[in-house]
């Protein structure tokens, strides 16, 4: 799998890009569901299927105090990712300017003139733009000016739960690890330092 660390280290063109967007904080079954159908849409069209994402999280950026623990940092992430198959990540930078960006720009200048994409997968939920203002009826809509198709795909449910990063946080905080494990497709990793003692 190839990283792009940056819009700017964007140095050569996508072969036809199956392309998804979004933080994917854990790399949960939801995500992996997603990445699955970008695979499949990639291998449909012959192309690449592009994983876009955000570094730092932007909560990190625009409101410290209130951004959530993550559930995997950024090189525990890539080898989730990895794992699912995908070809090409590209990690744009998240800064307070690029947060400036309305969600139109977004698509015309980064989805469509420069990567080029063919086909995107997004989740229900997927937010984007400046305050959050772009939606996946918003992304649709524009797309459709650009004869690009959107696919939004359903949430994913275990049992009653539905399958989201803040689920997943909450079950560990009340100490639910085998319920946010279940969630995760994974056994959630709890990482430190092994020390002498009870």
Do not use: W
Request: aromatic fraction near 8%; hydrophobic fraction near 40%.
């Amino acid at each position: 799998m190839e990283i792009i660390l940056g819009i700017d280290q964007l140095k050569r063109p996508f072969n036809n890009p199956i392309v998804t967007l979004g933080n994917f904080d854990g790399v949960h079954l939801g995500h992996q569901a997603i990445f699955r159908k970008v695979k499949e849409e990639a291998q449909k069209n012959n192309g690449e299927a592009v994983v876009i994402t955000f570094e730092p999280h932007p909560l990190k950026v625009l409101s410290p105090q209130t951004c959530p623990p993550l559930l995997a940092p950024f090189r525990k992430k890539m080898v989730l990712v990895e794992k699912s198959a995908m070809d090409t990540v590209l990690c744009i930078e998240f800064t307070l300017g690029f947060s400036k960006i309305s969600p139109f720009d977004f698509i015309k200048n980064i989805l469509i003139e420069k990567v080029k994409a063919k086909k995107i997968v997004v989740g229900y939920n997927y937010r984007f733009g400046r305050k959050q203002r772009g939606d996946v009826e918003i992304l649709k809509q524009a797309c459709k000016l650009f004869q690009v198709e959107v696919e939004v795909m359903e949430p994913l449910r275990i049992g009653s739960t539905t399958v989201s990063s803040s689920k997943i946080r909450e079950l560990i905080k009340e100490g639910e690890v085998e319920e946010a494990s279940n969630l995760l497709g994974r056994n959630y990793p709890v990482i430190g330092k092994v020390v002498q003692g009870a």
